[in-house]
């Protein structure tokens, strides 16, 4: 009875400490916006100053980690991300985000194979394939605040998304011979790394889709926008935890399929086919994601700076001592870092070769072009995070009840790559941008050209195929009264494409008509507007949902930009929502 009391104190305890963790590490991004400065960098630079107050100590189970954290952040990322950009870049996105980070893994652990003499090939590699990943949450979030082009933006948050799954793939591969006690591998290493790489994309990828589709269906049909809310916050936890416990065990390995392609797969489905959900949970869902981001970010980067004190402790304590783990540290953050704008550069002008090109011309494939400074931002993105943090824990964690070689070396390794990367690129990044004039400043006139064009287009597409209810308004309220509500709507239309504010035209060409029906003399004015009122309200909406339809359709036939889409998009979501509320309507009702 005593323990089990015990343990529920301990729980509770460790609610609250979270708790605290969570309100501290909100303070500091609050405080670090406010001002202007990378929230990331602000909690981390905290959380490892706060780590060395006596008593201030914070253990964190991996598995919450990888579980519960990293499937949000990459299901928000991936519902945002364009899917049509996405493809467009998925060459250079593949190269980053799969391999670049075997490439890293590789020669990171091969170094400090060399540099470790008790350090066993196995787990030498292990300690590549966790620095391997880099996590692009706060490059990204310094990209959309300096302006980065779409195509950088579009390159970097789609390596953000795969390169987890290649990482998390490796590590599983490179832990079970440590595990085991091999000082080497087995001959058949390359063919299950490779088997267990593709049952990784196929099972994952393949669950995500599935899940993808039959959330999709039951959001088109249940039609309740905080169910339709609440089963997208599902999403993420169902398909990584579901995703991860399907597959087969083969020679002490297991073959599951990988959750964080489950959770990218869904995400970039379900992001595409937003628009053919409601709008009023287009409207919800946003906001939501966005605060969850903002909350998982804050508390990821705050575990990272408090673990620094353990970590220095440990080192202190190991058969190594701190001098010679600090050096074979930085040693292989060094040799991280130059490793990505190396195969950043050849990677790309390999391909940008007369006959490279000639070769993609005829297999008609191509990618965005990239100008040098372009490269030289996607090469000062390497800040690691969440799944570096997560897998060093694990091993952490494992070799509390065994032998690991070397594990002190593991994790201040990781700890110093991530740490290190967050400042050094983290807090030079914004300069760099800024030095290299690495932005697009016309592409917001190009946005708002493409808009202006698209809801001109709505418009003209909507009014044609309404010619019947315009003649159904003819015939029950005449002609005169018809005319005067499709030139009101076509005002509103005029109104949008100038950019000017739409409700308030509707509003005035409603009280129009209705004043002007009213000095009719002969008619009963009350019935008449009240029908009238009716007809409107109706015709906005049909109008609306033709609109919408349109967008769709020049969306999937490759006539329009995903982001341009989005933003009218949201235009039209917001008209709607208040056409819905607003008080007139309401008293009409």
């Known amino acids: 009875m005593k323990q089990d009391v015990w343990q529920h104190d301990k729980g509770v305890r460790k609610m609250e400490t979270i708790l605290l963790l969570l309100v501290g590490a909100m303070a500091v991004t609050v405080a670090a916006r406010k001002m202007g400065l990378p929230a990331p960098l602000v909690v981390t630079a905290v959380a490892l100053a706060v780590s060395f107050i006596p008593g201030v100590g914070f253990e964190i189970d991996p598995e919450v980690i990888l579980t519960i954290v ?30 670049l980070v075997i490439l890293t893994a590789l020669v990171v652990g091969g170094i400090a194979n060399i540099l470790v003499p008790d350090l066993t090939l196995p787990a030498a590699l292990l300690i590549g394939a966790i620095v391997a990943p880099p996590d692009a949450v706060s490059a990204t979030a310094i990209g959309k605040k300096l302006g980065l082009p779409r195509r950088v933006m579009t390159v970097l948050s789609g390596e953000s998304l ?89 020679n002490d390995l297991e073959f599951t399929g990988s959750g964080v392609l489950a959770v990218v797969a869904a995400g970039l489905s379900l992001g595409y086919n937003a628009p053919k959900a409601s709008y009023t949970m287009r ?59 190396a195969y950043v550069f050849l990677s790309y002008y390999r391909r940008r070769t007369p006959r490279a090109l000639r070769r993609q011309q005829r297999r008609g494939r191509s990618e965005p072009e990239m100008s040098w400074q372009d490269l030289v931002v996607i090469s000062w993105t390497g800040m690691r995070g969440v799944v570096t943090l997560a ?29 290190g990367t967050l400042l050094i690129q983290g807090v030079t990044l914004p300069f760099v941008i800024k030095w290299l004039k690495v932005t697009d400043p016309d592409q917001a006139k190009r946005d708002a050209v493409a808009e202006r064009e698209l809801v001109a287009k709505t418009y003209e597409v ?16 005449g002609p005169e009264i018809a005319d005067k509500i499709l030139n009101r709507f076509k005002q509103l239309a005029l109104a949008q494409t100038q950019a000017q504010r739409a409700d308030e ?26 029908e009238m009122s009716n007809f409107m309200n109706d015709t906005r909406r049909m ?47």
């Open 543 to 589: 109008l609306n949902d033709i609109r919408r339809s349109v967008i769709i359709r020049e969306r999937d036939a490759g006539n329009l930009d995903e982001e341009v889409m989005r933003t009218v998009l949201m235009d039209l979501d917001a008209e709607s929502f208040a056409m819905d509320k607003s008080w007139q309507n309401r008293m009409r009702a």
């Open 505 to 530: 035209e509707l509003e005035e060409a409603t009280d129009e008509v209705e004043t002007a029906d009213s000095a009719t003399p002969g008619k009963p004015s009350a019935q008449q507007r009240k």
């Open 462 to 477: 909507a009014f044609r195929e309404m010619q019947p209810q315009w003649e159904a308004i003819s015939k029950n309220l």
């Open 391 to 419: 897998s060093a824990a694990t091993v952490t964690g494992l070799a509390a009840s065994q032998y690991i070689p070397a594990k002190d070396i593991i994790y201040l390794t990781a700890f110093v790559v991530t740490i």
């Open 162 to 250: 795969i390169n987890d799954a290649a990482a998390l793939t490796l590590f599983r591969l490179f832990l079970v011979p440590v595990l085991l006690g091999a000082g080497n591998f087995s001959q058949n290493v390359v063919g299950e790394g490779i088997l267990l790489l593709l049952v990784n994309i196929v099972i994952g990828v393949g669950f995500g889709l599935l899940i993808a589709v039959v959330v999709q269906f039951i959001r088109e049909r249940v039609k309740d926008p905080l169910i339709e809310t609440v089963i997208g916050l599902l999403v993420p936890f169902v398909a990584y935890i579901f995703a991860e416990h399907i597959g087969f065990e083969m």
């Open 70 to 99: 990293l499937p949000p952040l990459l299901f928000s990322a991936a519902l945002d991300i364009s899917f049509q950009d996405f493809a467009n870049s998925l060459r250079q996105i593949r190269r980053l985000g799969i391999m």
């Open 283 to 341: 409207l919800q869902e946003q906001p939501i994601w966005a605060s969850v981001d903002v909350l998982l970010e804050a508390f990821v980067f705050a575990v990272i700076g408090l673990q620094f004190k353990e970590v220095i402790q440990s080192a202190v304590e190991s058969p190594h001592g701190l001098g010679f783990s600090l050096g074979v540290a930085f040693i292989l953050l060094a040799v991280t870092i130059l490793i990505r704008p």
